[in-house]
């Protein structure tokens, strides 16, 4: 009898344990070690120095300086631990790849074992010689399968043994003093004096990062998370990791002090509101709303107390070190790092209609996106919950002190550096293809940005209230030909204030405001669609004409409320590169103020000449009625009455009209 | 000094809108209804339209969550969200034209202006659908929005605490 021998059928390897989910166990330990790392610093700072001695010094001392060495320890223990953690995890990515490859190789190898044995089946007499030969073949490539496997779980079960053997060896108060003065462990304080020096050079910060070892790079992440998670050069995994650790230790803290029955200060109210914000911002990436995505989401800055605590906030989706085209949304007015979430649900957006506009192109397009929502600058910011008069002289203090020239310009190049950071970090060699988008107030400041040569690639300006002071003609921003796109809602009341002239010609406001309208025909830029938005009245100005029309151009479409998103659309396409599926409408022919000129005309005409009017009509209706039952001398004075009040009202429209021309002043 | 002038002139005007709705809580944008009303109507809406819509594309799975979020002018609240709704590929035509037939049957009021769309809407309530390849294959993208809507007192520590909480699974 003719034996062929087939190897056995090849079973799955159980996946492993350890998941991407698993991170947030370093990120646990990493923002307890920050947190008792700071505690540490402050307890250094309070203790004895070194040098000091004597009764009175100790006495005083004494305790302190015991639960500096104390604090010290346990931070060098959780740095330890912390590190171990960092690269077990490391391991596990790695593993878990290979794990992939192995059971795509098993896949294939059950495959033609599965074809072998259908042969084998039919074989006639002639042919078994060549299936004994496939058969040998096979199980020899069924052996080296079965050795490689032995060998990637020998593999797995080292890393844990010594990333178990890492923990246990700091697990005990002696050994963490042992760690601290370890004179291996990393010099941190002179790790973020080095980091500082090299300040906004993001190519050599990036260099130097890249240069330091994985202990190193795990200290300083622990000990000066602030200052790592925004540094602009810094690869965007690690500032998140650092800028994660940092909001989950602050949202501990505050919790904290609520729970002890303590009420929060109006600043550590803002605090934990912008540490909630980013939180949830990242969370948006993984809600159901999102998650099938599949988009990772990174807190690229986190500055709570920045700007007399609006703070400084920016989470991307999807990692601008890999990705093919990165976008970075600039809000506008009223937005601060207590709503980065809501921002960044715009982003979330967008990056959607981006990898949906390029699957949709013939043939659809492949490559990777990120968008960022970027709040890194002093917007505008009025608390829109004032409700005693302190506070809203508090809110409009703020409006008025930070919209000058000087913050605009503060805040263009701090976009100008975050750009620079990312086209540092990226990787492979090459920059991204980057996008900057300025929405409302963020449209100006990115306008500096750009005349102040930002390196992206292409720039969108959107809800725009002038394209910054200086800028006339899209040439002054200094981008690319071409690569200017404006997209301006006729009934976006923030889009009337641009112009060459101020809003009162003539006047000492006779310069320029926030700049020109970049909408114009003339200023050279290529206008895009977007939907116009509902005319309003009155009240409207804020519901409909701020509320919904100002920030409704990255929202899908809203039956409710009539509006399309052709505005999402078109930058999803300028984001994406596919800039020949944008057409330029030609932009406006008519001046940005025209449209205020013309709305409040239509008030005043709506709001006090109407109701004058009206007002002489049921006067004109009564006296009509009354007039059927009375005598014919009635009647001429009726007429003369009438004939007083028309001259009357003719000559309140005529005074209107010349005070109001169809084009004011 | 002529360019700090103007610049004071534009930002009064702007500063104006922003007062406006400091001040006048009572005139711009307060809510007639209480957000669990909203609520309720938005939810309502939403949990009748999605398995009119399972149903015309034969679904195999849905998710949908909402919830209370500021609004993005950072003025008032609104309860939104959204999720997916995986189905077998299918003509694309053909699958839309059975999602507004479903939809605009059971009375939800037709209100598509993009095509690849479907977008209804009811009282005050705009939900979306349309195909999205970001979600993977066969997969839509399922929008919905109520009114931005300002709240006081109660009614404000309510849509604050469950921004807070997060959104909440409406379906399955």
Not at chain 2, 41 to 67: F, N, R
Not at chain 2, 139 to 149: I, L, Q, R, T, Y
Request: overall charge negative; aromatic content about 6%.
């Amino acid at each position: 009898m003719t034996t062929i021998q087939v190897p056995a059928w090849l079973p799955t390897e159980p996946e492993l344990e350890v998941t991407e989910a698993s991170s947030a166990i370093l990120t646990d330990v990493r923002a307890a070690a920050t947190a008792v790392s700071d505690v540490a610093e402050w307890a250094r700072a309070n203790g004895a120095p070194a040098d000091f001695s004597g009764d009175a010094a100790e006495a005083a001392d004494h305790a302190v300086t015991r639960f500096a060495t104390d604090t010290d320890a346990v931070s060098a223990a959780l740095e330890r631990g912390a590190l171990a953690i960092d690269r077990f995890l490391t391991q596990m990515r790695q593993r878990r790849a290979e794990r992939e490859e192995l059971m795509e190789r098993r896949q294939s190898l059950n495959g033609h074992r599965e074809s072998l044995l259908s042969r084998i089946e039919t074989a006639t007499e002639d042919q078994v010689p060549g299936l004994q030969a496939e058969a040998a073949q096979l199980r020899s490539r069924f052996d080296a399968y079965h050795k490689d496997l032995r060998t990637w779980r020998d593999r797995v079960d080292d890393n844990e043994r010594a990333a178990v053997r890492a923990l246990g060896a700091v697990d005990q108060l002696a050994e963490g003093l042992a760690a601290a003065k370890d004179s291996s462990r990393a010099d941190t304080d002179a790790l973020a004096a080095e980091l500082r020096r090299l300040g906004t050079d993001t190519d050599a910060v990036n260099s130097w990062w890249n240069g330091l070892s994985q202990a190193e790079r795990n200290a300083l992440m622990i000990s000066d998370a602030d200052l790592v998670g925004n540094t602009n050069g810094i690869p965007t995994g690690d500032r998140h990791e650092a800028n994660t650790s940092a909001v989950q230790r602050d949202i501990e803290y505050l919790l904290g002090l609520q729970a002890s029955g303590q009420e929060l200060s109006a600043s550590e109210q803002r605090w934990l509101e912008n540490a909630r914000s980013i939180e949830l911002a990242v969370a948006n990436a993984q809600s159901i709303q999102f998650a099938d995505l599949g988009v990772n989401a990174f807190v690229m800055a986190y500055q709570p107390h920045a700007f007399g605590g609006d703070g400084i906030a920016a989470v991307a989706y999807g990692d601008p070190d890999t990705a093919d085209h990165t976008a970075v949304y600039v809000p506008g007015i009223m937005q601060d790092g207590t709503q980065i979430d809501e921002n960044g649900n715009q982003a979330l957006n967008l990056y959607e209609e981006t990898i949906n506009q390029m699957a949709a192109e013939d043939p659809p397009r492949a490559g990777s996106v990120s968008t960022i929502a970027w709040i890194g600058y002093d917007s505008p910011n009025f608390n829109p919950e004032s409700k005693m008069p302190w506070d809203l002289i508090d809110s409009g203090g703020d409006v008025g002190h930070t919209v000058t020239e000087a913050h605009a310009q503060a805040g263009g190049i701090a976009l100008s550096q975050f750009v620079d950071g990312i086209n540092s970090t990226h990787t492979g060699g090459d920059q991204p293809h980057l996008t900057v988008i300025g929405h409302s107030y963020g449209s100006t400041t990115s306008s500096y940005a750009a005349a102040a040569g930002m390196d992206a690639d292409s720039l969108v300006l959107i809800g725009s209230p002038g394209a910054s002071e200086g800028v006339h003609h899209v040439s002054d921003l200094n981008m690319p030909a071409g690569q200017v796109f404006v997209g301006a809602a006729d009934n976006d009341p923030v889009s009337w204030l641009g112009g060459k002239d101020g809003v009162f010609p003539g006047t000492w406001d006779d310069s320029l405001g926030l700049g020109a309208d970049p909408a114009q025909n003339d200023f050279g830029a290529i206008n895009f669609a977007v939907d116009n938005g509902q005319e309003f009245h009155g009240p409207g100005l804020v519901t409909t004409g701020f509320m919904e029309n100002h920030t409704s151009y990255f929202d899908d479409p809203d039956p409710a409320r009539g509006h399309t998103n052709e505005a999402v659309v078109n930058m999803a396409n300028i984001v994406s590169g596919n800039t020949d599926a944008v057409v330029d409408t030609g932009g406006r022919t008519q001046e940005a103020h025209d449209y205020l000129y013309d709305w409040v005309g239509g008030e005043v005409e709506h709001h006090v000449v109407q109701p004058v009017i009206d007002t002489y009509n049921d006067v004109h209706d009564g006296v009509v009625e009354t007039y059927e039952g009375v005598r014919d001398e009635v009647v001429e004075t009726y007429e003369g009455v009438r004939d007083g009040v028309d001259d009357a009202v003719d000559g309140a429209k005529n005074a209107w009209d010349d005070l109001w021309p169809d084009r004011w002043p | 000094m002529g360019t700090v002038f103007a610049m004071r002139t534009t930002l009064t005007i702007l500063w104006l809108a922003a007062l406006l709705v400091g001040a006048s809580a009572c005139s711009t944008g307060s809510d007639e209804v209480s957000p669990q009303d909203r609520e309720k109507q938005v939810v309502g809406a939403v949990t009748e339209a999605v398995p009119l819509v399972e149903q015309a594309l034969d679904a195999t799975q849905v998710t949908i969550g909402g919830g209370w979020s500021s609004c993005p002018s950072g003025v008032g609240h609104v309860y939104s969200g959204g999720g997916t709704i995986s189905a077998p590929a299918g003509n694309r035509d053909a699958q839309l034209s059975a999602v507004r037939t479903a939809l605009t049957d059971a009375g939800f009021e037709e209100g598509t202006l993009v095509e690849g769309h479907v977008s209804v809407s009811r009282d005050e309530v705009g939900m979306d659908f349309t195909p999205s390849a970001a979600r993977g294959p066969g997969a839509w993208a399922v929008s919905f929005k109520g009114p931005c809507k300002r709240y006081g007192g109660d009614d404000e520590q309510y849509v604050q605490d469950q921004n807070l909480e997060g959104e909440r699974t409406l379906l399955p």
